[in-house]
């Protein structure tokens, strides 16, 4: 890679600065005012239901949607008034788009065409980014006669063979099945580790986003709701939105004793992690930090299911439905039907403002 | 069960297959034997089965001259259509709703027209008094008229126009099976909007751009009505010829002689095209 040579003017420090990145289509905003600095050699993931603007935002780094308002700065330059085949970033399309009418050696090559790099120099680095996406002997192969993950290897090699300075990735796996899923995701964090190219990825999977991303955007309805690394966004969502988008979550409704030390679901008290601010609160806990045993939330198991590493359970409690993982250690946990006390340790809990819930 | 359906498709393809033999099969072979056939104006036509037709044809450069200049127009029509017909369904599909659909209406609609009534058309525009002439005079860019009516040129702009749909047609089928996103790739990898459409959406279009070259030469080189309208009795295509020949000379089997090689210059050229194209295609298609 090229050192970083950063202009002495730049407003921001970051790498990549985007700042009030605006899309509105016929008076709908389906982005508002994204805001995201990254860092070189980071991958950050934009992670969101569908529909809630993730694609929309990438198209406007990549220069193929106009942004409304909004700035993109990549090392201090204004990247918005850039044509897309200006702006030297590698994109990686949903559909992967491949030249058809190119085998893989010559898609990968195009780009160093374009750019006039000597032929022995981009044959060289053809053959290098075959090797990178493990498709050395496949160069000859035109794309119709390529499996989807090998497709997808290609586009991602045709993107990186340019040394883009971002790569962008749009739900690049989304059409692999699960095995090759995983696969890809080790070869794609492999990948961006060698080459150390910034890249954002575009998401709905949230085990994804977790297993690949330095950082995490969370979005919805074109709005961020949370950045955060992916232990810290799982561990302390910012509200129940978050919470639920990255796994099965419990939510109780709670309050903050006066002093601001105790907290209680109901009946159940318990000392509370941290300071907190007194009041109504929502005490999220992850299933797999609730355990079965004498007090704690009073429930009856409505389900239960065998999952060989775990067990799912099911509960209605005096508080709402609860969903309890218990890793299988050899102990039954209670029977459908039965009732039973849900228990937790007290730093298991994270507290959320109830306003904040939708 | 089975022995019952088992005959069925063959049972249900018979009503296709009666009206491909008796519609196209048996008309042909009636040609092919009409054109071994001997005719005089003293015998008529005499049932022997000779080879005489054809080599009278090959024998006179007066039929090879008309066969040069049916080649030549159907050739030079097939270009004019892929010059003008492919950039057109390209812009075509780029364009946004309304605008589309109208300008679609626009480019197909001659086909709802009868060819007789384009041609006339045409005959109207090109003349020596034709409007293309007095614009051109009256704006001063030429002093007298140009020849257009009964020349080589005015057949080719006539039926390239007329065949025009079906190019438009053929590379638009294309088109809508290309993905967007290819010609955005290729944006992202730095090349400009030329080397683009040179290298990524023409390649793409090529497959379209052949059929629709098929058709248009296959449907230019038998096209009669046109030729008759624009060209007129001096200018003879073998269509019109044959014409001639079965109407006006009753040498029937003099023109089912000129039919059969007529086709079969189509055929050989048709299947010869597609083979070039499958060839060069199949191995990013299949
Ligand atoms: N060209 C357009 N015109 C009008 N609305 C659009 C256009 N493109 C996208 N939208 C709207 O913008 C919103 C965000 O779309 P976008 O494609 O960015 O979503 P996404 O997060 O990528 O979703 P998915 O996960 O389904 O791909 C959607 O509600 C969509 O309907
Ligand atoms: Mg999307």
């Known amino acids: ?95 992967y788009a491949l030249f058809p009418h190119m085998t893989a050696a010559q898609n990968i090559a195009y780009g160093l065409e374009v750019r006039k790099v000597p032929r022995a120099e981009r044959d060289e680095r053809v053959r290098q980014a075959l090797d990178l996406v493990g498709l050395g002997a496949y160069g000859d192969r035109y794309p119709r006669r390529m499996s989807g993950g090998q497709q997808q290897r290609v586009a991602l090699a045709r993107a990186l063979v340019i040394r883009p300075r971002v790569l962008l990735l749009d739900e690049p796996l989304s059409n692999l099945d699960a095995n090759l899923r995983e696969e890809m995701q080790i070869e794609l964090r492999r990948i961006q580790q060698t080459t150390g190219t910034t890249t954002i990825l575009v998401t709905h999977d949230q085990t994804e986003a977790m297993a690949l991303s330095d950082r995490i955007v969370l979005m919805r309805a074109g709005r961020i709701e949370q950045i955060g690394g992916p232990e810290a966004v799982y561990a302390r969502p910012a509200n129940s939105f978050v919470a639920r988008f990255l796994g099965k979550t419990n939510l109780f409704p709670g309050t903050v004793g006066a002093d601001g030390r105790s907290i209680s679901i109901g009946s159940h008290v318990f000392a509370a992690p941290a300071a907190a601010t007194p009041g109504a609160t929502i005490v999220a806990v992850r299933p797999e930090k609730l355990g079965f045993g004498e007090g704690g939330i009073r429930g009856v198991v409505r389900n239960r299911v065998f999952q060989g590493t775990q067990w799912l359970v099911e509960l209605d409690t005096e508080h709402g439905p609860a969903i309890v993982q218990r890793q299988n250690l050899g102990a039954v946990p209670p029977a459908i039907g039965e009732a039973t006390g849900l228990v937790f340790e007290p730093d298991a809990v994270h507290l959320m403002a109830p306003e904040a819930d939708k | 069960m089975r022995a019952i359906s088992r005959p069925l498709p063959f049972l249900l393809s018979i009503p296709a297959a009666l009206i491909f033999v008796i519609f196209l099969l048996l008309p042909l072979l009636g040609t092919l034997i009409l054109s071994l056939q001997d005719f005089s104006l003293a015998t008529g036509i005499r049932p022997v089965y000779e080879l005489a037709n054809y080599v009278e044809i090959f024998s006179d450069s007066y039929f090879f001259d008309i066969f040069a200049r049916t080649a030549r127009i159907a050739v030079f029509t097939t270009l004019v259509t892929i010059v003008i017909g492919a950039p057109e369904a390209l812009i075509l599909m780029r364009m946004k709703a309304p605008w589309r659909g109208i300008f679609l209406l626009v480019a197909l609609g001659p086909l709802l027209i009868s060819v007789v009534s384009r041609s006339l058309g045409w005959a109207l525009l090109l003349g020596g008094n034709g409007m293309i002439n007095q614009a051109l005079m009256s704006m001063g860019l030429i002093e007298r008229p140009i020849q257009m009516m009964y020349t080589e040129f005015g057949v080719v702009i006539a039926m390239s126009h007329v065949l025009m749909p079906f190019m438009i047609i053929a590379v638009m089928t294309t088109l809508q099976r290309l993905n967007p996103q290819v010609e955005n790739a290729s944006h992202s990898l730095g090349a400009g909007s030329f080397t683009t459409f040179w290298r990524v959406i023409l390649p793409q279009m090529l497959p379209g751009i052949m059929t629709g070259a ?18 007129g009795r001096r200018l003879k295509v073998i269509a019109t010829l044959v014409y001639d020949e079965f109407l006006f000379s009753l040498n029937w089997p003099l023109g089912a002689a000129l039919a059969m090689l007529l086709f079969a210059v189509v055929i050989v050229v048709a299947i010869g095209l597609n083979r070039v194209a499958e060839g060069y295609f199949a191995r990013m298609y299949k």
Do not use: H, W
Not at chain 1, 15 to 36: E, H, M, P, Q, S
Not at chain 1, 62 to 78: K, M, W
Not at chain 2, 216 to 222: L, P, Q, Y
């Open chain 1, 1 to 95: 890679m090229s050192p970083v040579t950063k202009a002495d003017n730049t407003p921001s420090a970051s790498f990549l600065a985007i700042d009030g990145l605006t899309k509105t289509y016929n008076k709908v905003t389906v982005v508002d005012r994204f805001a995201l600095e990254v860092e070189e050699g980071e991958f950050v993931s934009l992670l969101g239901p569908s529909g809630c603007g993730k694609t929309t935002t990438l198209q406007m780094l990549g220069g193929f949607v106009d942004p409304s308002a909004g700035s993109i700065r990549l090392e201090g330059r204004d990247l918005i008034a850039a044509p897309p085949s200006k702006r030297g970033l590698g994109m990686v399309f949903q559909s």
């Open chain 2, 214 to 231: 098929i058709l248009v030469f296959a449907m230019a080189a038998s096209a009669f009505a046109t030729p008759q309208i624009i060209g």
